[in-house]
């Protein structure tokens, strides 16, 4: 066997070696956090004192709501991820998904799910980036002004977030977060006027 031949199968063997070593890093456990909660909301639809007091039961500001509370019920399912991709630092994955049912009106109930990555980099040292979409939250019927007359229609919007966070260590127990947030909401076709776009940063200082 010549030199080129023991050099190829240098290489083959590997990165067949390699492969099963990345392979081993990623199959880790995949760790599953169920959950249920019940709750109740006297106001659910967040009507004001005035409102209230002129409201009667089966209002067009009710909607198909017969009353204005509601018992909530909300289910929650995260997943915890966290291949081995550094023998010195953590690398974790978050994926959650949950839904609040409301039981006097359907049209209430929504979904929402997020996805986050952290890299651990240091002592107090983290880089993160999250992303979380709502896509339908109903608010309430309101009287759309662009329109005549009194008529109420369901307002709603879908809202998504995207945010990157960088911490490191200030001192040997102190550390700073530096976070940038985009937030989008769109509203539905009678209230586009209050779609809006927002980017926010924020610091916080942290100490044990």
């Known amino acids: 066997m010549n030199s080129n031949n023991l050099i190829i199968l240098f290489i083959v063997c590997a990165s067949m070696l390699s492969a099963q070593s990345m392979k081993n890093r990623l199959m880790v456990p ?59 630092y953590e690398t974790e994955f978050y994926f959650t998904f949950s839904h609040s049912m409301y039981g006097q009106l359907k049209e209430k109930s929504y979904s929402r799910y997020s996805l986050l990555y952290g890299q651990h980099l240091g ?26 007359g009194n008529f109420r229609y369901p307002c709603s919007f879908s809202s998504e977030e995207v945010f990157i966070s960088y911490s490191f260590p200030v001192g040997e127990v102190s550390w700073l977060r530096f976070k940038a947030k985009g937030t989008n909401e769109y ?8 779609d809006q776009q927002k980017l926010t940063g924020q610091v916080e200082f942290h100490s044990e």
């Open 30 to 88: 995949i760790y599953v956090y169920p959950s249920l909660s019940f709750g109740y909301d006297s106001n659910f639809l967040k009507l004001s004192d005035d409102e209230i007091d002129q409201t009667v039961l089966g209002a067009d500001i009710l909607g198909d709501a017969p009353t204005f509370d509601s018992d909530i019920i909300k289910t929650k399912m995260k997943l915890f991820y966290s291949p081995v991709l550094s023998n010195r």
């Open 123 to 148: 002592p107090y040292n983290w880089l993160k980036i999250g992303y979380a979409n709502l896509p339908e939250y109903f608010i309430r019927n309101y009287i759309d002004r662009d329109l005549t």
């Open 187 to 194: 509203y539905n076709s009678h209230f586009t006027e209050f």
